[in-house]
């Protein structure tokens, strides 16, 4: 058991009730997700397929639940609405794009685009 | 024929069904570093003591052909035996014939010997490696697994149930061993999931491999679908024999009382091992070694959630289930993945009549967005039900920290303990020192001329007038404020007065717990 001690400091701390406790972290929580609010005014693809359908042009005003464009995917045609309502503001794709998971398929500057607990 | 040629054909028939798929098919799966499934039976069991059920059962497919195959078995192995004398119920999946694949008949020798554990009253050990649905079968093997899981959900609390996954165990066939009460896990060897690489590949486009979705460590770490983890099947044979000896044979019973034995009190010294000060880390382990039998402890669910610790001990020649938070990790506590465990583990000790001794140090819950939003109310609250609805003794010991909400849901005397002992160095509060005067002496904190000093002021008073144990003992909310080393000795002696308890719940068809 010649096991050389670990030179580094292992420990971290986390704070509960404002007191500061010495202690391991554990695989999970250290790649726990970040919460990030959601930004409605970036449009990515659910899943990766093609687009088969637009239906806005840069610079269209649209409403929130308005068809934006047709992501075919597993052999479905996925409707993409507007979360909000809001101008086009670029359109990364054209038709027939094959896309990839969570890559931008357009932007829409949105005034209400957080929602807002006051 | 005479009896000796009918004994001669019947050597004949066993030879022919005992070959499994055959030399190429067993070859592979030797090479897999795997056993073959009657090798493992044997590996498990006491020598000689396996008696095989159904050896001649064969399959009844029709289609695809399937009347002109010839299955051994049909591909699973069933039977009876004994581990350290313990009476056993066992199957094992032989992945050699045609992928130990579920039929129609696969599936009744598994739900015979089933239902023959449930008549003894014995428990029931699954040894899982299977492709999944034989799928020439078509609806037939369906019902064979909603057969399992009906009798897995009948049996559970009545008979032990353990899984072991010695293979890949996919799709619907993984719910058998998750209704069971405690799971086998190999690395490199058990492989678990509900969709398979392939379909995540094709619907979501993302590349994972087999170890990585759903390999033995995934599942001893990150899901706890896992309770056990061994790095060789010889090794997860040694766990479910050490297991074994921890639990009864049915919930009429109580577990085998061994002879007693001291701890290793010099290895395991409390003085030493154990930090006052409330915001120092120690291995919580070190502390069930210092009370239990011979220093003996078997972690459950060791790698999971390991801001709690759950196990089998004995004291004084009994099993008692031990929970503990652990300092170590995450300062030790409540979370989602935690109560999850915790609330399993005092459930099953609850049913199969293993007293409860947890052993409290916590600041609280876990704060967290993501915490909140996984539904730590939810699974929090698990906790609560499990201690509340035990009847089994239940002592708590607290060492440390007893704050807020943890100090209620650590088996708290509210939650109906038996035995509530703390140690000189508990703090049983509302909270800790700092968030308290925080909140309490808000006004005066800010309005002081050096807020800090005022701050660090308040605190020391706080801490100097409740963080103690005395409060608390003052409203007898614990009964003996105890010297750390004097615990093995109150444990014993609870334990001994608790003997006879027998508290009945309210009449009810089952709780409703908050799954």
Known sequence: ?118 | MSLKQKSLDLKKRMREALEGGGSQAIEKQKSGGKLIARERILALLDPKTFHEFDLFVEHAAKDFDMDKKYLPGDGVITGTGTIYGYPVCIFAQDFTVAGGSLGYMHAKKITKIMDHAMKMNVPLIGINDSGGARIQEGVNSLAGYGEIFYRNTQASGVIPQISVILGPCAGGAVYSPALTDFVFVVDKISKMFITGPEVIKTVLGEEISMEELGGAKVHAEITGNAHFYAESEQECFEQIKKLVSYIPWNNTRKAVTFIKKEPNSKQYNIEKIFPSNPKEPYDVCDLIRSVSDDSDFLEVQELWARNIVIGFGRIKGDTVGFIANQPLYLAGVLDVDSSDKAARFIRFCDAFNIPLVTMVDLPGYLPGIDQEHAGVIRHGAKVLYAYSEATVPKITVITRKAYGGGYIAMCSRHLKADFVFAWPTAEIAVMGPEGAANIIFRKEIMEAEDPEKMRQQKIKEYKDKFANPFVAAAYGYIDAVIEPKETREFLIHSLEISQGKNEKSPYKKHGIPPF
Request: proline fraction near 3%; glycine fraction near 4%; charged fraction near 30%.
């Open chain 1, 1 to 118: 058991m010649a096991r050389k001690k670990e030179e580094v400091n292992p420990y971290s701390s986390i704070n509960v009730d404002d007191a500061y406790y010495k202690t391991l972290l554990i695989k999970k929580y250290e790649n726990r997700k970040k919460w990030a609010k959601v930004d409605n005014s970036i449009i990515k693809a659910i899943i990766p397929g093609t687009i088969s359908k637009i239906f806005i042009n840069v610079g269209d005003e649209v409403k929130a639940g308005q068809k934006l464009l047709i992501l075919e995917a597993m052999k479905m045609y996925n409707q993409i609405l507007s979360p909000a309502d809001g101008k086009i503001s670029a359109i990364h794709v054209s038709e027939g794009n094959r896309v990839t998971k969570d890559q931008v398929l357009l932007e829409i500057d949105c005034a209400e685009n957080v929602i807002d607990d006051n």
